[in-house]
């Protein structure tokens, strides 16, 4: 009797509890259900088609994408937007590496920034629920900056707490040539001086990282940046705001 009622008991016990251990009822850790919660499972992506999915704080709390074939000197946009008023989703931009690039955790249900690459591979984009639970809608694109010519003038807008932190332009200027350096000269003109923006010269080699030439932080109200050619080719200008929001004037002139 005593065996058949320990036979009873063990029996119990695993159409009890074997179950629950199967479906996860022991905890292992932080995971991701679909099975992108690192750079190595990233889900591919492609420039300029939307995905939705969801992440939670709890049990989801990380996917990851990935855009091939990037090309040194564009730009990689990344922009969510979710729906849960309650909770926080962050955003950031990572190089082949996995080093960030950009990392977004303010702001409204949309938010987005925009990073050079600054050499050619595969870049991932992370969206994290740092609070809460939310469905989201994730956009990326990957395209070359517009290009500025000498004498000519752009505008735009940036805002630290919106979908457009970050902007970036290119132009061509031709480096010891003849024993000239071709020079180039920004001024940037803010439409709200009480927004603080940030620009800065840059290259892109083909090297880890891109080459800071000049830059210039906390600008208000009005700026000027210079840099003198080290090669003939591309370079790039980065406005981005750091605080605030304002609209801007970007005049470009070279000799």
Known sequence: MNARCSLLVAVLFLLTCWPAAAH?????????????DTPGTATDITSGI???DSVNSTDDQYDF???TGVVAGQTVRALVNYTEPSAQLNLSIRDPSGDNL?????????????ALAAFN??????VKAHVG??????????????????????????SADAANRTDFYRFWLDGNLSGHREVGLLNITQSDQGAGMEAAFRDVLGYRGSHIYNESWNLTGRGTLSAAASYT???????????????????????
């Open 24 to 36: 996860g009822g022991f905890d292992s850790g932080t995971r991701t259900p679909d099975n992108n």
């Open 50 to 52: 939307p995905v939705s």
């Open 65 to 67: 994408y990935k855009v």
């Open 102 to 114: 950009t990392a977004v955790s303010s702001g409204g249900l949309t938010r987005g920034d925009t």
């Open 121 to 126: 591979g595969t870049f991932y984009v992370e």
């Open 133 to 158: 639970a939310s469905d989201y809608v994730l956009a990326v694109t990957v395209a070359f900056p517009p290009v500025i010519d000498p004498g000519s003038h752009v505008s735009g807008n940036l």
């Open 233 to 255: 080719g591309w370079y790039f200008c980065q406005l981005r705001d750091i605080f605030g929001a304002s609209g801007y004037i970007l005049n470009y002139s070279a000799g």
